[in-house]
């Protein structure tokens, strides 16, 4: 696992690629992964042990709690509705989240080779043209930084595609911004691989009070990983 970035107070993202990560031995991710297809079995064991190596880094009480998914399907710890998490997995390549007050919602994607014109206006609208003189491989890495952003969005709301990610206005090469009452940030600096994590503006602090994001960027080392540029404070409870 990478180190823990915090990417906003109390929000924890780390990455992995399959091949390091030994799938999660914990009895109830095993118990859900005996329906599934042996494929999809090994991506969700890599996930879910990813994610719980990453509550060990930054809420060891937490790691072996249970995951359980709302009536949308969204995950999240049994007995703790506080505590926001998100896995994504892209072709062995593996992201999982961890926020402390708020939803969360990450993404990462691994980009082919190529992007259709088609595929880049659905995803793009009027900012299609932006990519149109890229190279190929490199357009379609743009696309797959929009896309993650928007999927982001929409893991956090936990809607899905309920929520018409493709809608979503992420301008190419933007590295944060606005999608209703959410903030989505694009992991340019610390992944090679598209990564975008997306959360409430707002979250429910340790008195219970609702606390917006402030102005002030935190950078530096974190004790648990390291803090991102985009790093605001917003609780200090």
């Known amino acids: 696992m990478s180190a823990p970035i915090e990417v906003a107070d109390r929000l924890w993202v780390a990455t992995a690629t399959a091949d390091r990560v030994a799938p999660s031995t914990h009895r109830d991710d ?8 042996a494929w999809r079995a090994r991506e969700f ?5 990813l994610l719980r190596e990453l509550l060990a880094a930054v809420r060891p009480a937490l790691s072996g709690t249970d995951v359980v998914a709302d009536r949308r399907g969204k995950p999240w ?5 506080g505590i926001g998490i998100s896995v994504s997995h892209s072709h062995g390549a ?10 969360l919602g990450v993404d990462l994607q691994r980009p082919g080779a190529r992007v259709t014109a088609s595929f880049a206006r659905r995803l793009l609208g009027g900012h299609a043209e932006r990519i149109a003189a890229l190279p190929p491989a490199r357009a379609a890495e743009e696309v797959a930084w929009v896309w993650t952003a928007q999927e982001a969005c929409v893991k956090a709301t936990g809607a899905g595609f309920a ?7 992420v301008p190419p090469g933007a590295r944060s911004g ?7 940030i694009s992991l340019r600096e610390h992944s090679a691989t ?6 409430p503006l707002e979250r ?15 950078p530096g080392p974190a004790a648990a990983g390291h803090k991102s540029p985009h790093h605001q404070a917003v609780c200090t409870t």
């Open 94 to 103: 593996l992201a999982a989240g961890v926020a402390v007050g708020r939803a």
């Open 77 to 81: 710890l049994r007995g703790h509705p």
């Open 204 to 218: 429910r602090c340790g008195d219970g009070e609702r606390r917006a994001d402030g102005p002030v960027k935190v």
């Open 163 to 169: 929520d018409r990610p493709w809608t979503i206005d």
């Open 30 to 37: 095993l118990r859900r992964a005996q329906r599934m297809p």
């Open 45 to 49: 064991l890599t996930g879910r042990a």
């Open 194 to 199: 598209p990564l975008s994590c997306a959360f």
């Open 178 to 184: 606005r999608w209703r009452d959410y903030r989505w």
